[in-house]
């Protein structure tokens, strides 16, 4: 065993859950977690859910109270910045200028909202969401006839206005390409979870952009590409993130779209691992490097990082799987949508399920909307299905909505 520790820089979902994975898997030796947020590890779906709905404070979203630390002989540095790594010593530099020695280092550095280049976005009662601080702003902002508008029809942008039009809000939502979820599910699914929120009331504007945030100190109307202006007294914006790599491409690790490991989790140096939202791996399934940005991804990579970084040999290749949360219903999808390839569609009572074939035939992506009594069971169907490489071609039913109930059995 080393004497030096493993260090973990990050201290969100994926770097908390390294740590104790280190612990699971037979790690004796000393682990280090730096956070640059002074929060301890958090977890993050319940800010854009139960947080702003005020059924959970943020302090019950810790992943561990500060004595599992203590017990678990795990040295935690909140409010600590990394400035600089250098793997030639083997070092981590702070922002008070201090290093770290590591035995091996693993990067969960995560992912920072992208912030909008909009005239008048730094105005008050603007948020992006992604912390604790965050959520409690934007809860507390969410007052019945309050004229919220949500930038962003990605799956944060659609929990908050769904939150927001459970608390009475006026909820209007601007998304920049011609469907919600677009990176998610395929067109024809994304106008089923549309037509749930303008029946709660959400108004959506497809295909628009906000050109300008209106305000003295305060935000209180947006401009829009259409010359229209609507007013606002809250605007959530969700425009996807940015992976925190740029300590990691300082130091010359390889970074593409966040930074760039084997399937092994190893990092152009081996004796630096990455995982979570910054963690750009390489997937023998798909043929690509992946970057995946939900909570399955932060707690499975921690756990293989964790073993590979004590000499094991595991290799990480999953079959991406998320959920979503919207008005007491849930949204699952496993699998990657192919745009070109063919959707089938098909509705049982209150779950609407789809399944999408690739153009060569094979089932590539599947999904469902409904109870989690429902679509619990039917993912893990779907996902089954698609591990054992089905293709359309050996079903022979006449329409893809029998091929979905075949499937579901």
């Not at 280090?32 to 301890?40: N, P, R, S, T, Y």
């Not at 007013?231 to 969700?238: A, E, K, R």
């Not at 930074?259 to 190893?266: C, G, N, R």
């Not at 990480?316 to 569609?345: C, E, M, N």
Request: some cysteine.
């Amino acid at each position: 065993m080393s004497e030096k520790p493993i260090v973990i820089v990050g201290a969100g979902h994926s770097g908390a859950k390294a740590a104790a994975a280190l612990r699971k898997h037979g790690w004796l030796g000393g682990i280090q977690l730096v956070g640059a947020e002074k929060h301890l590890p958090y977890d993050r779906p319940p800010l854009s859910k139960a947080v702003l709905q005020g059924k959970k404070a943020t302090e019950d979203c810790t992943f561990f109270e500060s004595q599992w630390f203590d017990s678990n002989n795990v040295s935690v540095m909140l409010g600590s910045v990394v400035t600089a790594l250098h793997p030639k010593s083997c070092q981590v530099e702070l922002d008070d200028g201090s290093l770290i020695d590591y035995h091996r280092l693993l990067l969960a550095t995560g992912a920072e909202p992208r912030v909008p280049d909009i005239p008048g976005i730094d105005l008050e009662n603007v948020f992006g969401l992604r912390t604790p601080d965050q959520a409690r702003s934007i809860a507390n902002s969410l007052k019945p006839g309050a004229d919220v508008v949500i930038l962003g029809g990605g799956v944060i942008g659609l929990e908050v206005a769904a939150v927001a039009a459970d608390m009475g809000c006026k909820v209007k939502l601007v998304e920049a390409t011609s469907q919600v979820m677009g990176r998610s599910v395929p067109e024809e699914f994304a106008k089923i979870i549309q037509k749930r929120h303008t029946a709660r009331g959400v108004e959506i504007f497809l295909q628009t952009i906000v050109s300008q945030v209106i305000g003295a100190d305060s935000v209180n109307a947006v401009k829009l590409s259409s010359g229209k202006v609507i007013p606002c007294n809250v605007l959530v914006y969700g425009v996807g993130v940015i992976p925190c790599a740029e300590v990691a491409e300082s130091a010359g690790l390889k970074v593409t779209n966040g930074v760039s490991t084997d399937a092994y989790l190893a990092t152009s140096d081996s004796r630096v691992f990455a995982c979570g939202d910054v963690c750009n791996f390489q997937s023998r399934r798909y043929g690509q490097s992946l970057r995946l940005e939900n909570w399955r991804n932060a707690e499975d990579q921690a756990d293989i990082a964790a073993r590979n970084m004590l000499g094991h040999n595991f290799e990480y290749d999953p079959l991406p799987w998320f959920w979503s949360s919207q008005y007491g219903w849930t949204i699952q999808a496993t699998g990657i949508v192919d745009p070109l390839g063919l959707v089938g569609i098909f509705h049982d009572k209150e779950t609407s399920y789809f399944i999408n074939f690739s153009y060569s035939g094979k089932l590539v992506a599947a999904g469902a909307l409904g109870a989690v009594r429902d679509v619990g069971p039917a993912i893990r169907k779907f996902k089954q299905r698609i591990l054992e490489g089905l293709s359309l071609g050996s079903l022979g039913s006449e329409s893809l909505k029998e091929e979905i109930q075949y499937i579901l059995g």
